[in-house]
Nanobody, 122 residues
């Protein structure tokens, strides 16, 4: 059973940066695409970014392009989300997930981590 554990969240001022990590257990990590989602209080979970198994192809939500970068290290079974120029509206719980299709839809991701809180103060 694959497990995903996020880390790296915290409190940061607007304009600052954070790097989130998602460590995966199991031997099949490099076979799957991975994604990041976020969920703010009272809002639906929304897509942030995804990366294919090799790391060569990435996909971002329009509002994150240019500020967020997804990457992975298959040797470490870890996927990352570098977040720059953070805004108060980026405040949310951030989740990583294992994907079965390269889409923005939560239904196409079958294993989820527990999430890590990111709070951006103004």
């Amino acid at each position: 059973q694959v497990q995903l554990v996020e880390s790296g969240g915290g409190l940061v001022q607007a304009g600052g940066s954070l790097r989130l990590s998602c460590a995966a257990s199991g031997r099949t990590f490099s076979s799957y695409l991975m994604g990041w989602f976020r969920q703010a209080p009272g809002r639906e979970r929304e897509f942030v970014a995804a990366i294919n198994w090799s790391g060569r192809n990435t996909y971002y939500a329009d509002s994150m392009k240019g500020r967020f970068t997804i990457s992975r290290d298959n040797a470490k079974n870890t996927v990352y989300l570098q977040m720059n120029s953070l805004k108060p509206e980026d405040t949310a719980v951030y989740y990583c997930a294992r994907g079965v299709r390269f889409t923005q839809a939560t239904r196409d991701y079958d294993v989820w981590g527990q999430g890590t809180q990111v709070t951006v103060s103004s």
